[in-house]
Each structure stands twice: as structure tokens, then as C-alpha cells.
């Protein structure tokens, strides 16, 4: 989508950025990193306990592992779909995939860095990300990758029938290389604070880049829209 929106002087082009596909997932996947981060803090410290009861109703515990455990397939799936997407999608994710051509380039990461700490002009940038972005969304990737095999691990060593016991079967082997189930719940949760991590530093690169360049920063992952200068004009 291309649209020339007259700006005094300059025209710029109005640019579809991200799919409807990709904005839906990247949220789906904000609100279930949030999601899997509160229930799991809550299940590896259980702080809510109802009145004491005879009956077998006090289920809390089992309630929020649910919640954790959906949360966690959903995120999984979103991941793997997203991934497909950035490969084989060829309209939406085509701009995307421009972004790691200049990834490889030295000059372009150079002159990335120098605009983040404002000594330079942002480079012109083919494609979504920048250098700096890309290899951000790039870790953020293996990050998910990582936490869903130690969460899967830690499910199929709870559930071992169904679902839980085929993965079981299929995924002992993170168990063993982490040295043990309790090392691979320690790598879980040591995932999960480098999360926690993340999401500030990303809102403030998303928000710092929308204010010093306001050509559709923040609102693109929502419009899908961002703006670019018109060089035919």
C-alpha cells in the first residue's frame, strides 16, 4: 500500500510496514509473555489461600498452572507461525526480510549506533528493522526458543499421559543436558527475569526511535502504516 500524504513541502509515502497477521501476533504474544510472567512467578510463590475447607475446592494453584500452561502452547504456536510467516509470507514479511541484507553490513551498524547515542543521522534503512532492532527481535527469538523447551521439559515431567507423554518422550533430552529437572527450572526462571528485562529496554527504543524520528514508530505495530519521505517528489 502506497499513499502520497502532502506534508507543506515534502510529500511522504504512506508504506504498509507490518501485515494485519503480524500485528495481531506480535500483540497475542506481548499479553502472553505478561501473562506467563505473572502466573509463573505466582506458581513458583503461591501467596493467595482461600479458608480452610473440608470440601476439595481450593483449586487456585491449579487454576493459574492452567492459565500458564495455555499461555505457554499459545505463545509457542504464535512463535512458530511468526516464524513462517517471515520466511514464506511474501507480501507482508517482504520488508521484513529486507532488513538482514543490511544487517550484514558494517556501515550500516556503525552509523545505527552512532544515531542511538546522537552523534550521527539514522542511515537509511531498506526494509523494517535497523541492525540494532533486527538483532534485538533476532535474541528475543532464541530467548522464546529456549524458554519453551525448559517449559515444555518441566510440563511433561508433571502431565505423562496424553500430550505430556509424548512430549515427554520427545523432549527428555533437554533434561539431560541441562543436568538435571531442577537446573532446567532454574534456566526457566532465569529466562524469564532476562524477559523482564527486555520488555523496558524495548518500549523505550520503540518510543525513544517514535519521538526523535515520528514517521509512524510506535503506531506502526497497531496501523501497520509508517511514513517515508517521497524521493520522487
Known sequence: MREAIDSGKQEFKATTEFSGLTRIFHWLRALAI???????????????????????????QAYIRSVHIILG?????ISFF??????FDKKGSAEERKSFKQFLQPKVWIDTIKCYIWIGRHPHIDGTYNPLQFITYLTLGVLVLLISLTGVA??????????????GVCFKWVEVVCGGLSNVRM???ILTWIFIIFIPVHIYLVVWNS???????ADAIISGIRYQKDLKV
Open 34 to 60: 505478561f501473562g506467563l510472567i505473572a502466573t509463573g512467578f505466582y506458581i513458583a510463590v503461591p501467596f493467595l489461600q482461600g479458608a480452610p475447607s473440608a470440601e476439595p475446592t481450593l483449586f487456585t
Open 187 to 189: 534456566i526457566h526462571h
Open 82 to 87: 511468526r516464524v513462517y510467516l517471515y520466511f
Open 211 to 217: 519521538l526523535k524520528y515520528p514517521n509512524g514508530g
Open 154 to 167: 518441566l510440563y511433561a515431567n508433571v502431565y505423562h499421559e496424553g500430550l505430556g507423554g509424548v512430549l
Open 73 to 77: 502452547f499459545v505463545l509457542i504456536a
